[in-house]
């Protein structure tokens, strides 16, 4: 194994193509240390990168376009457990010898556990396909989730094969991945910010799948179809967290009562419904500096503030610092 942080070859083919059918259409490139995997002319356009490798996880970057319609065959040589994030289009692969089929949308991801064999995946002419991965080995794995879960009920009765499938990306989950991937700094200070930051992205992303199944450690009495209709509640307001949809409409639209609507919502989701509209959108706008260093002012009204003080105020007791600051002062290593 190499040294923490550190990208040798054979690690850098295991993520990149493996031994894919179109190992012909990449070219390597190495600069200061750094490795990646470019698409040639004939194939395509984009990259496949390294990002980190640190303690047996490998983070991973993919922003590729190709010219023609191609079929990717990988083998995978060891077990591994994959995270994936899709930021452009979606895709579709199938293992070798199993009958399911995996795939995820724009804003989704995905974790499944992999044993080796082989994958093929068909690529689409055209299409964008813009992917980060995080590939843990299963004992990291299990290290990181004991580590979260520590004196947790919920991990000890064995439920966590739950977090694993498809969730929508969170605006928390988009803000942890912009920051991995404009870490701004180099070598062992480096290796120390990805650690952490790979220890934050696992946690807040189990305990988000935790929160999207709807369990919890109280007990509720809510039937099997309230729950769906509290789900379809929560899906409702991440569709449309910056608008004002007041509780009396929300039950209405999901044909629940309000009484049960708030009480279940807080037993589901470990929040009531106000608090966690606030929660997302101050998320969001954390994630607005982040990708695209709006102003304040803006930020606040596209996440529903109209009154910049209040968002301010409330950015504040959220993170710990004025959204002025944080946007001139946290945010201007990743827009540089």
């Known amino acids: ?20 059918s179109i190992r012909e259409g990449f070219k390597r490139i190495e ?40 079929e990717i065959e990988s083998v995978s040589n060891a077990a591994f457990v994959d995270l994936f994030f899709c930021l452009g289009e979606g895709a579709e692969w199938n293992v070798l010898g199993k009958k399911e089929r995996f795939g995820f949308g724009t804003d989704e991801s995905f974790l499944l556990s992999n044993a080796k064999g082989k994958e093929r995946c068909e690529i689409e002419p055209g299409k964008k396909y813009r992917f980060m991965g995080v590939k843990l080995h299963p004992v990291t794995f299990q290290t990181i989730l004991k580590n979260i879960f520590k004196e947790d009920d919920y991990a000890r009765k064995g439920n966590l094969r739950e977090i694993f499938g498809k969730y929508p990306m969170t605006p928390a989950v988009k803000v942890i991945l912009q920051q991995i991937r404009n870490c701004p700094y180099e070598k062992s200070l480096r290796n120390v910010y990805m ?16 929160l999207q199944n709807g369990i919890t450690h109280g007990s509720a009495n809510l039937s099997k179809q309230d729950m769906i209709s509290i789900s379809k509640a ?6 449309n967290i910056a608008a004002s949809v007041s509780l009396n409409e929300l039950s209405k639209l999901v044909c629940l009562n309000e009484y049960k609507l708030k009480k279940g919502f807080k037993e589901m989701f470990g929040q009531s419904v106000h608090a966690y509209v606030i929660d997302q959108r101050l998320e969001k706008a954390r994630l607005l500096f982040e990708e695209k260093g709006i102003s304040v002012s803006d930020a606040a009204f596209q996440v529903g503030y109209g009154n910049l003080s209040f968002f301010t105020l409330s950015f504040r007791k959220k993170f710990g610092v004025n959204p002025g600051d944080y946007l001139r002062h946290v945010v201007k290593y990743s827009m540089n």
């Not at 496949?48 to 023609?68: G, K, P, Q, Y």
């Not at 650690?195 to 935790?210: C, D, F, P, Q, S």
């Open 1 to 20: 194994m190499s040294e923490p942080g550190s990208v040798n070859q054979d690690e850098m083919e295991s993520f990149a193509v493996e031994r894919s």
């Open 31 to 70: 600069e200061s240390g750094k490795c990646e995997y470019v698409l040639s002319e004939g194939t395509g356009q984009g990259y496949a990168r390294l990002i980190s490798s640190v303690n047996r996880v490998h983070i991973t970057d993919f922003e590729m376009t190709f010219h023609r319609r191609l």
């Open 195 to 210: 650690e952490g930051k790979i220890l934050e992205l696992m946690a807040t992303y189990v305990g988000e799948a935790v």
């Open 234 to 239: 929560k899906e409702i307001l991440d569709h």
